[in-house]
């Protein structure tokens, strides 16, 4: 599995077979470069520009934008829905959290907005690789985002959705984050490639590709 962190909440993930899953697409009004990319299938977590803009793509891909379990391409998708804030999306709308199912299990947790409920993690399930998002302000914060990942309890954890020199509005740092964890590596890459887990639970900071 290759796992390419384009920026923001938006990932490239190469399935075993080759196929290619973009998650949470962003326009150009975020600060990062927007890319002209044919995917085979799109997970936007939610409308908001910075998450469901799928104007720059080109091809013919599969659109998965709602609760419910998919098979898109020979790939199982499983949609669960969350909330963008802390009040059952009263103030800002409802969050999809996907898990994709190939060699290993993914999950992408959108622009989840508080922490998860024994009754939804019970439908995440097991989970290898964990994409979560850890700048506060518009979604779970550092210390939010720690209990999340340490109820999930994931083998890989790769950070999103926080503070950098191009985002044109202001997260926490994903360093508020790290801070938590005993195993770190910040890598000077936007790409993974991904053939094995680690023994233990690991944090892998990728380098934003836009």
């Known amino acids: 599995m290759k796992i390419t962190y384009l920026a923001h909440a938006s990932f490239l993930i190469e399935t075993k077979s080759g196929i290619k899953i973009l998650t ?25 520009f910075d998450h469901g803009y799928t104007g720059s793509l080109k091809g013919d891909y599969v659109l998965v934008d709602k609760e419910g379990e998919f098979e898109v391409k020979g790939v199982k998708i499983k949609g669960i829905k969350t909330f963008h804030d802390k009040e059952n999306g009263q103030k800002r ?3 999809i959290v996907f898990v994709i199912e190939d060699e290993f299990s993914i999950a992408h947790l959108g622009d989840l907005g508080h922490e998860l409920a024994a009754s939804e993690l019970e439908k995440v399930g097991k989970v ?25 309890n994931p083998r890989v954890i790769i950070p999103m959705h ?4 191009k985002l044109k509005f202001d997260l926490g740092k994903v360093e508020e984050f790290t801070k938590h964890f005993e195993d770190v590596e910040i890598l000077q890459t936007s790409e993974i490639e991904i053939n094995s887990l680690p023994e233990k639970q690991k944090v892998i900071v990728l380098k934003y590709k836009g």
């Open 93 to 95: 709308g409802e969050n």
């Open 162 to 165: 926080y503070k950098t020199e």
């Open 128 to 152: 290898d690789i964990l994409l979560i998002p850890v700048g506060g302000v518009y979604t779970i914060d550092a210390k939010e985002a720690f209990n999340v990942a340490k109820a999930i």
């Open 24 to 48: 949470d697409p962003y326009d150009n009004s975020v600060g990062y470069t927007v890319f002209e990319l044919s995917p085979d299938v799109v997970l936007t977590s939610h409308k908001h």
